[in-house]
């Protein structure tokens, strides 16, 4: 099955509890065969745009700024 998930951040990007459970579903899922994309935003200027991180295809945007 071809899954797409799609968040704000994820480990190793960003540290905590809900980042690292994402992270962690999506290698369980690819263990289970499935193919996983990641889309999520792009934290930290160095990380790659696109990658493959512990087979998921991960892909990082980069957001504007809302002048808020």
């Not at 899954?3 to 809900?18: K, M, Q, R, S």
């Not at 996983?36 to 295809?57: F, N, Q, R, Y």
Request: with cysteine; proline share 4%.
């Amino acid at each position: 099955m071809d899954i797409l998930v799609v968040t704000e951040a994820f480990y190793p990007d960003a540290i905590g509890g809900a980042h690292t459970y994402v992270y962690n579903l999506a290698k369980y899922l690819v263990k289970r065969g499935h193919t996983v994309c990641l889309l999520t935003l792009k934290i930290k200027k160095e990380a790659p745009s696109e990658e493959m991180l512990d087979g998921i295809h991960v892909f990082r945007y980069n957001s504007a700024p809302t002048g808020h």
